[in-house]
C-alpha cells in the first residue's frame, strides 16, 4: 500500500524559496523512482522533476533547471524539492509521485497535492 502526502506549499513573492516535503506512509513506494508534478487550473498535470531508485539520477523540467533541486531521503522514506529562485510561473498544485519502476517512466500512485502560490 502507497500513500503520499505532500507538505510545504504555501504563498511566498518571486525570488523567494520553499521546500515541498513528500512522506510514504507505506513500504512499497520504497524501492521505486519518486517524482514531482506540477498542475495550473486547465492545464494537464506536467512533469517537474523526478529522481530513480539506486543511482539516484535526478531529472528536470527545463524551466526549472538551476533553481529546484530533487532530493531522496531514503532514511525517512521521503522526497523533497527545494525550489528557490521562485518565478509567479511556478504557481500551481504541485502533485508527489511514485513510479512503476526503479527510474522515472510511468507513474502509478499520486498525493494529494499542495499549493505554491508566487507573487510578483
Known amino acids: 500500500q502507497v500513500e503520499l502526502v505532500e507538505s510545504g506549499g504555501g504563498s511566498v513573492q518571486a525570488g523567494g524559496s520553499l521546500k515541498l516535503s513528500c512522506n510514504n506512509s507505506?513500504?512499497?513506494?520504497?524501492?521505486?523512482?519518486m517524482g514531482w508534478f506540477r498542475q495550473t487550473p486547465g492545464n494537464e498535470r506536467t512533469f517537474v522533476s523526478g529522481?530513480?531508485?539506486?543511482?539516484?539520477?535526478?531529472y528536470y523540467a527545463d524551466s526549472v533547471k538551476g533553481r529546484f533541486t530533487i532530493i531522496r531521503e531514503n532514511e525517512k522514506n521521503a522526497i523533497a524539492l527545494e525550489m528557490s529562485n521562485l518565478e509567479p510561473e511556478d504557481t500551481g498544485v504541485y502533485y508527489c509521485?511514485?513510479?512503476?519502476?526503479?527510474?522515472?517512466?510511468?507513474?502509478?500512485?499520486w498525493g494529494q497535492g499542495t499549493r505554491v502560490t508566487v507573487s510578483s
Open positions: 509521485a511514485k513510479y512503476r519502476t526503479w527510474n522515472v517512466g510511468q507513474v502509478d500512485s
Open positions: 507505506g513500504s512499497a513506494a520504497t524501492f521505486y523512482a
Open positions: 529522481i530513480s531508485w539506486g543511482s539516484g539520477a535526478t
